[in-house]
């Protein structure tokens, strides 16, 4: 069944400093992807989404790029802030569903 | 626009009890899916509605029920609850149409279970 992997459970970076979030998925007839954020104590907020017939999107300070080839999902914060300290999960949408991957928790140092 | 709601917030059931929580989705979404979340297995897909249908469900035992009604808020039914199923439960909402067969799911706070 389809899947979604993760590369590193944790990633701590400088405040400033730019963040990268990845995640690979197995099945290749995705063809929606998206990244939600989560708080302590709160549920999952969406990010940003991106659909198979794209590579590349931009939002405020993120972006998320999807190379299907290599089956591989990033998602990039541009002057990571303190206020993005969070857990964060690559999802896709498969079999009429959301998977989710483990998700990445992002701590930033002041 | 408000956002999804779901409540109660927190509940503290006992092994053998059911237990009832109820979703309102964001106004105008007519789709409500339903995650558990726990710390080992993550996030994991219950059960999906639209207009009042079950249209896809996850790999839960039957013990894990829903319904969907015709304002489209949502609840789900836990029956016969075992320490298994102390979880967070979310609720999520998407606006869906014929011509959008996926959408963003937007989610609410989540109901805390724990079960003693």
């Known amino acids: 069944g389809e899947s979604v992997g993760l590369h590193l459970p944790t990633l701590s970076v400088q405040e400033g400093d730019n963040s990268i979030i990845n995640c690979a998925y197995s099945n290749s007839a995705s063809d929606y992807f998206i990244w939600y954020k989560q708080e302590s104590g709160k549920g999952p907020q969406f990010i940003i989404d991106i659909r198979s017939n794209m590579d590349k999107r931009q939002g405020q300070r993120v972006t998320v790029l999807l190379n299907k080839t290599v089956k591989h999902l990033s998602l990039q914060i541009a002057a990571t802030q303190p206020g993005d300290s969070a857990v964060y999960f690559c999802?896709?949408?498969?079999?009429?569903?959301?998977?989710f991957g483990q998700g990445t928790e992002l701590s930033v140092k002041p | 626009k408000a956002g999804v709601t779901q409540t109660p917030r927190y509940l503290i059931k006992t092994r053998g009890q059911q237990v009832t929580l109820s979703c309102s989705p964001i106004?105008?979404?007519?789709?409500v899916s339903w995650y558990q979340q726990t710390p080992g297995q993550g996030l994991q897909f219950l059960f999906e509605y639209f207009s009042e249908t079950q249209r896809n469900k996850g790999n839960f035992p039957g013990r894990f029920s829903g319904r969907q009604f015709s304002n489209s808020r949502s609840e789900m039914n836990v029956s016969t609850l075992e320490l298994g199923d102390s979880a967070l439960y979310l609720c999520?909402?998407?606006?869906?149409?014929?011509?959008?067969?996926?959408?963003?799911?937007?989610f609410g706070p989540g109901t805390r279970l724990t079960v003693l």
């Open positions: 999802a896709l949408y498969g079999g009429g569903k959301l998977i």
């Open positions: 106004s105008g979404h007519r789709s």
């Open positions: 999520a909402s998407s606006l869906l149409a014929e011509y959008r067969p996926t959408d963003t799911q937007y």
